[in-house]
């Protein structure tokens, strides 16, 4: 159950990026194995403006990088892909918790 001060649109963000992030990563990993950097970073840019909508900084900050060194041509931005998954379990995990109620949560996205 959702906490009483929470405000409406909050469970139906949480929801919805729940449903949706698989997709997005999809996209960007399909991207990723095709080799297309311009597709890496439209994939990221629509991953991070999803990422942002909840308040998940730091996976929208390991997006940006991605997005960012994917408009560079960067192959290296590749190289943050562990980083990426990591931080989308970490979000995910957040995000069950604020579903689960009070006390379920930590601070660490």
Do not use: K, Q
Not at 1 to 8: L, T, V
Not at 43 to 49: D, E, K, Q, T
Not at 86 to 102: D, I, K, T
């Amino acid at each position: 159950m959702m906490a009483a001060h929470m405000p409406e649109i909050v469970p139906v963000l949480i929801d919805r990026f729940l449903e949706v992030a698989p997709t997005w990563f999809n996209d960007l990993v399909v991207a990723v194995e095709t080799g297309r950097l311009p597709e890496v970073g439209d994939a990221a840019h629509a991953y991070r403006s999803g990422a942002l909508s909840i308040r998940a900084h730091r996976l929208a900050a390991t997006l940006h990088a991605i997005e960012a060194g994917a408009d560079r041509a960067d192959e290296r931005c590749l190289d943050l892909l562990p980083e990426l998954v990591r931080r989308l379990r970490a979000v995910s995990e957040h995000l069950e918790g604020v579903r689960a109620g009070p006390g379920a949560t930590d601070s660490s996205c």
